[in-house]
């Protein structure tokens, strides 16, 4: 059962996410700021993580170009979401995440985007 850390201030969207991520099979952990997130990761140590833009505690840009240079995480697919879309090729290619979800987003979309980066980890490993 592979192991998702979603980091979002949206305490209920982190519950939302959780719930349906469980339902499909997934363990999760949800933070809704990045100190107790980056102590999670090293704790669950994920096969994921989901990363909102704008948290507590840093930027998710940043968050994710530190999870991305960092020896011990660098590994860990990052898929960002945010409410403005217009960052997804930021997000990708100068702060190094794997993927972009806009927000509003539907479950399936998700699940899809989430399956499909495991899915090309696991071929890359």
Known sequence: MPRILIIDDDKDLLTVVQAFLLKEGFETYGFSNW??????????????????VFIPGTDGLDACKKLKSSYFTRHIPVIVFSSYPNMAETAIYEFGADDFIAKPFEVNEIIKKISHTLSRKSISA
């Open 35 to 52: 100190k107790s997130a980056w102590e999670g990761i090293k704790i669950y140590e994920p096969q994921l993580i989901l990363l909102d």
